[in-house]
């Protein structure tokens, strides 16, 4: 199951700045963990705000929330989740791109 994802970091402003480096780098390698298990799929930046739009597969909402609780920024960020249910053009697509019997 696909989601879209939109998180919105709110670590404090005063937040010692050696914490918000290590919480950052430690952010960014269980990213490349989740790529490589191929949850995360997508993920773009938000010009102008410290915020994110990322598209994950998870095979339901709990497995989701296991990874993106998983990622360090985590007690800092706010989290709004889109469930993604496949479009019937996507589908029609799909089924013309698998190869015939």
């Keep these: ?3 879209l994802v939109y998180t919105d ?6 937040a010692d700045p ?3 480096g290590r919480l950052r780098s430690a952010e ?3 990213a490349q963990e989740l790529r ?4 995360l799929k997508r993920l773009w930046r938000v010009p102008g705000r410290w915020a994110t739009v990322a598209l ?4 339901d909402a709990t497995a989701l929330h296991e990874a993106l ?12 989740v889109e469930p993604l249910a496949e479009h019937p053009q996507e589908a029609a697509l ?8």
Excluded: H, I, K, Q
């Design 36 to 39: 490589a298990a191929g949850v």
């Design 9 to 14: 970091n709110r670590m404090p402003p005063d």
């Design 18 to 20: 050696e914490l918000v």
């Design 69 to 80: 609780a998983s990622l360090l920024m985590w007690p800092y960020t706010d989290v709004r």
């Design 94 to 101: 799909r089924r013309s791109a698998e190869p015939s019997a």
């Design 28 to 30: 960014r390698d269980r």
């Design 1 to 3: 199951m696909e989601f």
């Design 56 to 59: 994950y597969e998870a095979p």
